[in-house]
Nanobody
Framework: QVQLVESGGGVVQSGGSLKLSCAAS????????SDWFRQKPGKEREFVAR????????SYATSVEGRFTIARDNANNMVYLQMNDLVPEDTAVYYC?????????WGQGTQVTISS
């Protein structure tokens, strides 16, 4: 059973930066992908960024490309999301997620609030 714990959320002003962290534990193997999703108030959860572990590539939602960067630290089972040039529309609960052995796991989420 994989456990994911996010941290690093908070309140920042528009134009600011935040770095989210996700610590993974309980893994018996290597994840296929590490993802970040977010859920805005009253909206469905949406994809933000992916790190494909096997291909060692990244991909992003159009709305965050060029502002957000996903990274993995395989040695420490950590995933990061560096968020720059934040805008109020980025306000959401951010979730770390991974797929391992064909099963998706989710963290509990961390709140990010951008003030204008």
């Amino acid at each position: 059973q994989v456990q994911l714990v996010e941290s690093g959320g908070g309140v920042v002003q528009s134009g600011g930066s935040l770095k989210l962290s996700c610590a993974a534990s309980g893994s018996g193997g290597r994840p296929t992908v590490s993802d970040w999703f977010r859920q805005k108030p009253g909206k469905e959860r949406e994809f933000v960024a992916r790190f494909s572990v096997i291909a060692n590539t990244t991909s992003y939602a159009t709305s965050v490309e060029g502002r957000f960067t996903i990274a993995r630290d395989n040695a420490n089972n950590m995933v990061y999301l560096q968020m720059n040039d934040l805008v109020p529309e980025d306000t959401a609960v951010y979730y770390c997620s991974t797929i391992e052995s064909s099963r998706r796991y989710w963290g509990q989420g961390t709140q990010v609030t951008i003030s204008s």
